[in-house]
Nanobody
Framework: QVQLVESGGGLVQAGGSLRLSCAASGRTSSSYTMGWFRQVPGKEREFVTAISGSGRATYYADSVKGRFTISRDKAKNTVYLQMNSLEPEDTAVYYC??????????????????WGQGTQVTVSS
């Protein structure tokens, strides 16, 4: 079992920045894939970014490429999402997720077994 707790969400003006954190506990192996997804009411959860277990490979949705950065601190069992140049379209609940069963990094939510409770990010125009 893995427990994930997100923090760092909030309200920010367009063009601003936020950093989300996702702290893992339980089965705290640092060798599994971690991802961030987001969801707005009435829409499906969408992939934002993911990082491989080694931390050497990262993947981004086209909509956030160049603005968001994922990183991980293995010693702290924590994954971060640095979000810069935020846009109103980035408003959503952000979830971190863990895929503990696969080496290949997937960008679909069905491949992730563990999820955090979500943190709200609101970007005002």
């Amino acid at each position: 079992q893995v427990q994930l707790v997100e923090s760092g969400g909030g309200l920010v003006q367009a063009g601003g920045s936020l950093r989300l954190s996702c702290a893992a506990s339980g089965r705290t192996s640092s060798s599994y894939t971690m991802g961030w997804f987001r969801q707005v009411p009435g829409k499906e959860r969408e992939f934002v970014t993911a990082i491989s277990g080694s931390g050497r490979a990262t993947y981004y949705a086209d909509s956030v490429k160049g603005r968001f950065t994922i990183s991980r601190d293995k010693a702290k069992n924590t994954v971060y999402l640095q979000m810069n140049s935020l846009e109103p379209e980035d408003t959503a609940v952000y979830y971190c997720a863990a895929d503990v069963n696969r080496v290949i990094v997937y960008t679909t939510s069905d491949k992730y077994e563990y999820w955090g409770q979500g943190t709200q990010v609101t970007v005002s125009s």
